[in-house]
């Protein structure tokens, strides 16, 4: 086994590929390994990042630590989605190596990332909310069929969006359908 945490790198092309590895030349714990195993941080490269990367975690070995490095934008939504996995994102749109680098230390340092607590689960006003705007109702056809007021329910809505990190309340319903939530 190399000195330093054992670091895997998947990245769509050699490119790529390069330019991490010369990131990782300025992470001092981290020690490149081919091969992906339980206890390796799998470092996934990406350009622009959206929820779509995590499907690549999925496939990796079990007790594997998977962080996503975005050297582009990072999608709404993404770090919500990606903390509930119990991965890590780095980067983003306006950081430079050395940022990269410190970042990427202090994730590689830190080890695993437990899955959020309690991230992935609605109160049950929540999901009643969101299962009638699944369903197309109005903010108004809502509040009626919940015996709520409308600015509970804009709340309630208004609450989540924040909460999931996502765009809006079409957003909202597509990540707790996705995440089977509702």
Do not use: Q, W
Request: hydrophobic share 50%; proline share 7%.
């Amino acid at each position: 086994m190399p000195d330093g945490i054992p670091v895997a790198i998947h990245t769509a092309d050699p490119i790529t590929r390069a330019g991490v590895i010369e990131l990782l030349r300025a992470v001092p714990c981290a020690a490149l390994v081919d091969r992906v195993a339980p206890g390796v941080v799998v470092l996934i490269a990406v350009g622009d990042a959206d929820e779509g990367v995590l499907v690549g975690v999925d496939g990796l070995v079990p007790g594997a630590v998977p962080v996503v490095l975005a050297t582009g934008r990072v999608r709404p939504g993404l770090r919500t989605a990606a903390a509930r996995r119990g991965v890590a994102v780095a980067g983003g749109a306006g950081a430079d190596f050395d940022d990269l680098a410190r970042e990427l230390r202090e994730i590689i340092e830190r080890g695993p990332v437990p899955p959020a607590a309690g991230s992935g689960r609605l109160a049950p006003r929540e999901a009643a909310v969101l299962r009638l705007l699944a369903e197309g109702l109005s903010t108004a056809e809502v509040a009626v069929r919940l015996a709520y007021s409308e600015r509970t329910v804009k709340n309630i809505v208004y609450d989540l969006t924040v909460r999931l990190d996502v765009r809006n309340r079409t957003h909202a319903v597509a990540l707790a359908i996705r995440e089977g939530l509702i």
